[in-house]
């Protein structure tokens, strides 16, 4: 069964430091979900992509954080520099087409767990 | 805005006893509703989702969930619970006509715990 790919699994880094997590979606997915998933809480949505293009950055708090999907394909999401309150987990999902509120299923990968000391 | 309340952030049960995990959920259109399963450090598996079809949704592990348009209720059942079924569940939902993206929202989530 075709599966989301994420790494690293984890990650520990000094604050003010920078780091990149690597996703790869199902294959033939359009659209590529950032989510961040704090500690003892839902995950929640950072950015979407529809293909190479951004669809929804609006939680994205673009002063420190960066996301591409160059060739619509895979995406990298950048933090510099990382802060304390950025220790989460990060969650990559996709989806075949992602209607504007539509119905599709979203497919997880096993997240990066960031540590920022 | 769509918004989604899990009463209860933490659930025991006996093995064997009814699971019940409530959530209910606010949203100016008749949404999509979905419950997730989250194992320790691992990413979210569908359970289930409501799509506006059938009122009462089946999904995998012989969990079911029933849509409650009168209550804005979405909870999310299982007659016989086992050790397996210890984990964290997330219920989310979308909104359709939304114009811009294809957000999930979550809940807090509800910690299962399956006592012997």
């Known amino acids: 069964e075709a599966e989301v790919a994420q790494s690293p699994r984890y990650k520990i880094t000094e604050k003010s430091q920078a780091v990149a997590f690597w996703c790869d979606p199902i294959?033939?997915?359009?659209?590529l979900y950032w989510y961040r998933q704090i500690l003892g809480q839902g995950p929640e949505l950072l950015v979407q992509f529809q293909d190479e293009s951004v669809v929804d950055d609006s939680q994205l708090p673009k002063d420190r954080f960066s996301a591409e999907r160059l060739k619509g394909v895979d995406s990298t999401l950048k933090i510099q520099p990382a802060e304390l309150g950025d220790s989460a987990m990060y969650l990559c999902?996709?989806?075949?087409?992602?209607?504007?509120?539509?119905?599709?299923?979203?497919?997880f990968g096993p997240g990066t767990r960031l540590l920022v000391l | 805005a769509q918004s989604v309340t899990q009463l209860g952030s933490h659930v025991s049960v006996s093995e064997g006893a009814l699971v019940l995990l409530r959530c209910n959920y606010s949203s100016s259109v008749p949404p999509y509703l979905f419950w997730y399963v989250q194992y320790p450090n691992q990413g979210l598996q569908l359970l289930l989702k409501?799509?506006?079809?059938?009122?009462l949704v089946k999904g995998i592990n012989g969990f079911e969930a029933e849509f409650k348009k009168s209550e804005t209720s979405f909870h999310l059942t299982k007659p016989s619970a086992h050790m397996s079924d210890a984990a964290e569940y997330f219920c989310a939902v979308s909104a359709p006509g939304e114009t811009s993206g294809s957000r999930l929202t979550f809940g807090e989530g509800t910690q299962l715990t399956v006592n012997p």
């Open positions: 409501y799509t506006s079809a059938a009122t």
């Open positions: 294959s033939g997915h359009a659209t």
């Open positions: 999902a996709s989806s075949l087409v992602g209607v504007a509120g539509g119905q599709e299923t979203q497919y």
